[in-house]
T-cell receptor
Framework: NAGVTQTPKFQVLKTGQSMTLQCAQD?????MYWYRQDPGMGLRLIYY???????DKGEVPNGYNVSRLNKREFSLRLESAAPSQTSVYFC???????????FGNGTRLTVT | DAKTTQPPSMDCAEGRAANLPCNHS???????VYWYRQIHSQGPQYIIH???NNETNEMASLIITEDRKSSTLILPHATLRDTAVYYC??????????FGPGTSLSVIP
């Protein structure tokens, strides 16, 4: 079992470019999450999806869009990247109720 | 949304117990408290969670105050490999999960 797989691992974008960060889980979990972590900072929730077909805003949703493609996949899109979006992005999943989160290894994004 | 606060850093002598506090004074009745740790820049790893009772597993113990406004993660015999950033988080009944700022724990030989 791979758990939570994020692609790509690294990405460099120029300001104004767009890209989609991919996340896939093979744990059959209902909920999926996207967080960003800036250097020396904690995790901030961007968007989450409590079940297939639903998405909700987190703490810092501006500048991002998400798609819950199916139960396994939850993508994060930057339509017009800005230097302020330079960060490490983590995807996570969890079963329902009081189950903990399982994280991927992150995507390191630099916007120049 | 309820928020958590944590001290930014702590030191602990190797072999001693590490007690990491978290304040969540605005927690709702059905929100669980979770603890994770992050080593270097890897994805955070789950340690333990609880609602209102104290919990213990092979890694740690979690003490939640009776009013649920704060909790303490206890690593009973800290080793050098426990040096990491420890996050306290809350999970709502809508599955929203918010993390605190984290405590950087340094275990000193």
């Amino acid at each position: 079992n791979a758990g939570v797989t994020q692609t790509p691992k690294f990405q460099v974008l120029k300001t104004g470019q767009s890209m989609t960060l991919q996340c896939a889980q093979d744990m059959n979990h209902n909920s999926m999450y996207w967080y960003r972590q800036d250097p020396g900072m904690g995790l901030r929730l961007i968007y989450y999806s409590a079940s297939e077909g639903t998405t909700d805003k987190g703490e810092v949703p501006n500048g991002y869009n998400v798609s819950r493609l199916n139960k396994r996949e939850f993508s994060l899109r930057l339509e017009s990247a800005a230097p302020s979006q330079t960060s490490v992005y983590f995807c996570a999943c969890a079963a329902r109720d009081n189950s903990p989160l399982h994280f991927g290894n992150g995507t390191r994004l630099t916007v120049t | 949304d309820a928020k958590t606060t944590q001290p930014p850093s702590m030191d602990c002598a190797e072999g001693r117990a590490a007690n990491l506090p978290c304040n969540h004074s605005t927690i709702s009745g059905n929100e669980y408290v979770y603890w994770y740790r992050q080593i270097h820049s890897q994805g955070p790893q789950y340690i333990i969670h609880g609602l209102k009772n104290n919990e213990t597993n092979e890694m740690a113990s979690l003490i939640i105050t009776e009013d649920r406004k704060s909790s303490t993660l206890i690593l009973p015999h800290a080793t050098l490999r426990d040096t990491a950033v420890y996050y306290c988080s809350l999970k709502t009944s809508y599955d929203k999960v918010i993390f605190g700022p984290g405590t950087s724990l340094s275990v000193i030989p």
